[in-house]
């Protein structure tokens, strides 16, 4: 992956290429990027989320096999983020409808993610996706705004600067998984195994495999 653009589109030194990666993990259900993950509801949080270490060494955010009391046969760890390929290209924040711009090429921009680039973007940034991938952006009742499997175009990842710690305003965004396969992903769960998840999965079972402790019942791929 190719960071010089990047590096001038942030105006900071960074190495001239990095390895990319077409997995993520997972957010669960909630796109709030923010210093404490706790602020997250329970039933929307994934296994993964913002971390972050205090001043005294101890780190929060972090969630343990322990706290998946959904079940680790039926939480998602990680999953399929097709990065770099055409068949992704990011949607505008102003027309979901409509790819944006790369404004160093003036050609639709390509979501693109990398272990050593997280890819948390601002709106004036929103090319990239990350590290992490979501199922719904704010993922409670009564509007979860679902993030679609294979969407297409697809959510850039933008770091909107919610004060809530809840997404409540819907200013942070990330990006959902997608894959090249058809009809659907393959996603790692807690419990080591790996399976094939169908794009046609109905969005509450969707954000239930997501998440550690909603408390939801998923059978199969209901």
Same mark, same amino acid.
């Given at each position: 992956?190719?960071?010089?653009?990047?590096?001038?589109?942030?105006?900071?030194?960074?190495?001239?290429?990095?390895?990319?990666?077409?997995?993520?993990?997972?957010?669960?259900?909630?796109?709030?990027?923010?210093?404490?993950?706790?602020?997250?509801?329970?039933?929307?949080?994934?296994?993964?989320?913002?971390?972050?270490?205090?001043?005294?060494?101890?780190?929060?955010?972090?969630?343990?096999?322990?706290?998946?009391?959904?079940?680790?046969?039926?939480?998602?760890?990680?999953?399929?983020?097709?990065?770099?390929?055409?068949?992704?290209?990011?949607?505008?924040?102003?027309?979901?409808?409509?790819?944006?711009?790369?404004?160093?090429?003036?050609?639709?921009?390509?979501?693109?993610?990398?272990?050593?680039?997280?890819?948390?973007?601002?709106?004036?940034?929103?090319?990239?996706?990350?590290?992490?991938?979501?199922?719904?952006?704010?993922?409670?009742?009564?509007?979860?705004?679902?993030?679609?499997?294979?969407?297409? #175009? *697809?959510?850039?990842?933008?770091?909107?600067?919610? !004060?809530? &710690?809840?997404?409540? $305003? =819907?200013? +942070?965004?990330?990006?959902?998984?997608?894959?090249?396969?058809?009809?659907?992903?393959?996603?790692?769960?807690?419990?080591?195994?790996?399976?094939?998840?169908?794009?046609?999965?109905? #969005? *509450?079972?969707?954000?239930?495999?997501?998440?550690? !402790?909603? &408390?939801?019942?998923? $059978? =199969?791929? +209901?």
């Amino acid at each position: 992956m190719d960071l010089r653009p990047i590096a001038v589109q942030w105006n900071t030194t960074l190495p001239s290429f990095a390895a990319s990666t077409d997995y993520a993990f997972s957010k669960g259900a909630n796109a709030a990027i923010h210093v404490d993950a706790a602020r997250v509801p329970p039933a929307a949080r994934g296994v993964f989320s913002i971390a972050r270490r205090g001043a005294g060494g101890a780190l929060t955010g972090t969630i343990r096999l322990a706290d998946v009391t959904d079940g680790t046969s039926s939480t998602f760890a990680m999953g399929e983020a097709a990065g770099g390929s055409s068949a992704f290209l990011v949607r505008s924040l102003s027309n979901p409808s409509q790819t944006a711009s790369d404004p160093f090429t003036g050609q639709a921009a390509v979501l693109e993610q990398a272990w050593g680039a997280t890819g948390f973007g601002d709106s004036s940034h929103a090319w990239y996706g990350s590290v992490l991938a979501t199922t719904a952006q704010f993922g409670l009742p009564p509007d979860p705004r679902d993030e679609p499997m294979n969407r297409r #175009p *697809g959510t850039p990842t933008v770091w909107g600067s919610d !004060a809530s &710690g809840t997404n409540a $305003s =819907g200013r +942070d965004l990330v990006s959902g998984f997608r894959s090249r396969h058809t009809g659907g992903c393959h996603f790692l769960f807690c419990d080591g195994s790996v399976r094939f998840i169908r794009e046609t999965i109905a #969005p *509450g079972a969707y954000r239930a495999m997501s998440t550690t !402790a909603g &408390g939801e019942v998923v $059978s =199969g791929e +209901d």
